[in-house]
Every structure is written in C-alpha cells, then in structure tokens.
C-alpha cells in the first residue's frame, strides 16, 4: 500500500513537472555566423526553406554597426547598439581600466557587464532555466550569472554535438529550459577563406549548413518537442568580396610611432599617441576608399558614438576595400563594413506556436528581435533600443497589416461608403411625394387692371 502510494505521488510530481514545462513558452535562437540574406536565393537550401514554408521569414535584417560576430550576437540578446551594450568590436581597449579584449580574450566579465542578455533576464524573472551552446558570451558570469545549461566554447566541437545537447536540456523537466540559444561558426569562415560569389565552394558549405538545420529539425520532432517549441534561426551579419587590388595601405599615409590600431579592417579603431589631429589629416588625405572620423563626427546613423570603449579615431573601409598596414591580404571576404549596405545583411526565419504561418517581412532592425523574445517567453523586457511593434507582424498574436492591406481596406471601405451615398441620394430623390397636377388658380385681384 505504501509502494503504491509512493508511486502515486511520483507519478503525480512526473505529470506536474511536464504539464508545467508544456504550458511555459519555449524558445530556441540559433545563429548561423555569416549567412547572408541572399545566400537563401541563391542557393537550394531544401531544409530551411521546408523551416520557412509554415513559418515566418524576414529577408533581410539590418544588423547594427560595425558589422562584427561579437557586438551583433550581443545586440540580438539584448536589444541594444553596440554603444549601449559596450561590446563595440571583436577587438577591445579599454583606457580606463586598461584592458583588452580580443576573441581569445573575452571571458571577463567587465566587458559583458554593462548589458543583461536575454539568457540571464528569463532566470531573474523566473519563468525558467536558461541553457546555451557557444552562443558568444554564454559561458560568462554577466550580471553574476551563467545560463542553467552552457558548454565552454570550443570551435571544434561539432554542429551535431551542441544540437544534440541544446535538445536534451530542452527536453529536462528539473528544471524546465524555457529559453536556449545555439551557435555555429559556418557559412562565416568559408566567406571569409573563398568569398562569398565562389558559388562553387560556398554551395558546398551552404549545403552543408542546411544539413545542419536539417538535423536540428530532426532531433526536435524526435525528442516531441517540434510542435511546441519556438525556433529563430538567424544570423549576425552577412560577406563581402575583398581582393589584394583594393588595400588602403597606413604605412603610405603615417607612422606607426603616430598611433596604435586597436582594431582592425574594414572598421579600424585608431588611439593616437601624440596628437590627434596631425593623426586625423594625415588619416584624411590617405585614401578616396575609406571614411576618417573623430569620435565625436560618426553619423547617428551608426549609434555608435557614446562609449569609452569607442576609440578617438574611426576607419570605415568603402565596401570590398581593406585598411591594412603594409601586410598583404589572406582572404577573399569581410564584413563590418556600414550596416547600410544589402551585403551586411542577414536574414531571420522563425516557427513554433509563438509565429504567424507564411508571413514574409522585407527588413527588420537586429534590436527589435529582442522585443520580440521576451513577448514570445512573456518576460518584462529590459531597456533597449527595440520596438515590439516593428515585430508584430512575425507574432501570431498580435495584429498586422500590411502598407498594401492598409490601401486596401481604406480604399474598399471609401467605396462602400460612396455607394451607400448614392443609393441614399437617388432614394431621396424617388421618395419626394409628387404633387398633383392642379391649373393655376387666377385670383380675382390677378385681374383687376392696375391701370384702371
Ligand atoms: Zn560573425
């Protein structure tokens, strides 16, 4: 009898635990690093495009400049531009602290600290356990805390493994993972290493990217997870082709005594040594192919002004130019460059319960999928540069209508309007009782002759 009742009991907390996690929203972000948008037209990629069909699709995101892995994965999970969240580049100085970051230095939490990425939000709030599989600051103490779930990054780790591990922890019921985020390094290194108009070579590594969602769609409806479960699948940034014939060369324009290059092309952070403004016009005259700025002169456009961690002097490379010092060029293909360009552009697809079904997007901002996220996991989101409403028509419950729509219907409703006007008026006019024919009746004055 007491067997029984324990089993009872287990059976009931079992039951309990896996209605609870049912009844949570869930959401998986995965970022394919250097996809660009057209590489969806361009290639056949029958797994992503079987994920976009029941789906929603945007096909092109405007990513936040500069254009690099680092800063954009921080601005997708927070919401915020690179001046905000303070991950300004892949290659950091931090005069105050006298720090550096770089891509194999990027552990410490001071340079993560000044944002709260969504994986850290959803566990203050409560709603659930986080988990993470190479997502870039994921295995970092930000705000004290670390997802649930996180696997040290490692490039070699393979597609296979870290999807495999993203399921089972979604598929945990102790706790329940209501928010995960998985990233992987391809079709970024193959664009960079070939170029992204090698079609030959970049068919083959976007085939093999689409085998990787493939799989990915697989486990999920393998682990009873595909119905219920939100999936993004986007990216930070997409590839331009460079070539050796357009170098801006800095040791033709100034010394390197004048200046140290804290970061690199096609967006150049520049501390000079001595002074300024001797560096910025020698920087001005060197090349027609790149833009000078002083701090304080970056366009607004590019939100990338207010942070310490922004150096005196920026570089902007013209799309497909490359700012060295005197080394030659070992790849065919950057990005970084003005986030205005079509070729920095990503894309993001999404499907789940969360999502509108066959809904197509032109462009969305990268800050406003954070708005978007914390709707789909009912979190309060933190301040940021977003706009929900921007997203809503990705949100299967929100309402949306298109420009088009919008002529539509006002169009439409104009002309049902005038209808209804005129068969009013033309009632009217038949309504109007007619009088009855009656001959003039003369009075007898009528006749009397003025003149008499
Ligand atoms: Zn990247």
Same mark, same amino acid.
């Given at each position: 009898m007491r067997l029984m009742l324990i089993l009872y009991f287990a059976g009931a907390l079992i039951c309990c635990a896996h209605s609870a996690g049912d009844s949570v929203p869930r959401l998986l972000l995965v970022s394919f690093d /250097? *996809?660009?948008?057209d590489y969806l037209e361009t290639y056949k990629l029958p797994h992503l495009q079987e994920f976009i069909e029941d789906g929603v699709l945007v096909r092109e995101v405007t990513n936040? *400049?500069? #254009?690099?892995t680092f800063p954009n994965h921080y601005t997708i999970v927070t919401g915020l531009y690179e001046e905000s969240h303070g991950i300004v580049a892949n290659d950091m100085y931090d005069a105050d602290a006298k720090k550096v970051f770089s891509q194999f230095n990027d552990s410490d939490p001071f340079w993560w600290d000044e944002a709260v990425p969504i994986w850290v939000t959803n566990q203050q709030q409560g709603k659930g356990a986080s988990a993470a599989a190479m997502w870039p600051g994921s295995d970092v103490k930000i705000n004290n805390t670390t997802p649930h779930f996180f696997m040290k990054y490692n490039f070699s780790v393979k597609f296979e493994e870290r999807a495999e591990r993203i399921v089972s922890w979604l598929n945990s019921s102790e706790p329940v993972v209501n928010f995960a985020v998985l990233y992987w390094e391809e079709p970024d290194a193959s664009g960079h290493k070939? /170029?992204?108009?090698?079609t030959q070579n970049m068919g083959r590594v976007l085939e093999e990217v689409d085998k990787h969602v493939g799989f990915l769609m697989n486990k999920l409806k393998a682990a009873g997870l595909w119905d219920t479960v939100n999936v993004i699948i986007t990216s930070d940034h997409g590839m331009a082709s460079c070539s050796a014939e357009k170098l801006i060369v800095l040791d033709k324009c100034l010394g390197r005594n004048n200046y140290t290059l804290i970061d690199r092309t096609p967006v150049a952070a520049v501390l000079p040594r001595q002074n300024k403004e001797v560096v910025y016009n020698l920087l001005k005259n060197c090349s027609s192919h790149m833009k000078v700025y002083l701090k304080e002169e970056i366009p607004d456009r590019f939100h990338y002004r207010h942070h310490r961690r922004i150096q005196p002097i920026i570089l902007v490379a013209d799309e497909g130019w490359t700012i060295v010092q005197n080394e030659s060029l070992s790849k065919l293909g950057d990005h970084g460059y003005d986030n205005a360009l079509p070729s920095m552009h990503p894309f993001l697809a999404a499907r789940g319960p969360a999502f509108r079904r066959g809904s197509r997007l032109g462009a969305l901002a990268n800050v406003d999928i954070y708005p978007a996220m914390c709707h789909v996991l009912g979190l309060a989101p933190?301040?940021?540069? /977003? #706009?929900l409403a921007n997203a809503k028509c990705l949100l299967a419950d929100q309402w949306c209508i298109s420009v088009p729509e919008a002529v539509g219907i006002v169009i439409g409703v104009f002309m049902v309007l005038s209808t209804f006007t005129c068969i009013i008026i033309i009632s009217k006019n038949r309504v109007v009782p007619s009088r009855p024919f009656a001959r003039l009746q003369l009075q007898s004055d009528d006749d009397d002759p003025l003149i008499g």
């Open positions: /250097g *996809f660009r948008a936040s *400049f500069i #254009t690099k070939y /170029g992204p108009n090698d933190r301040p940021n540069n /977003g #706009t």
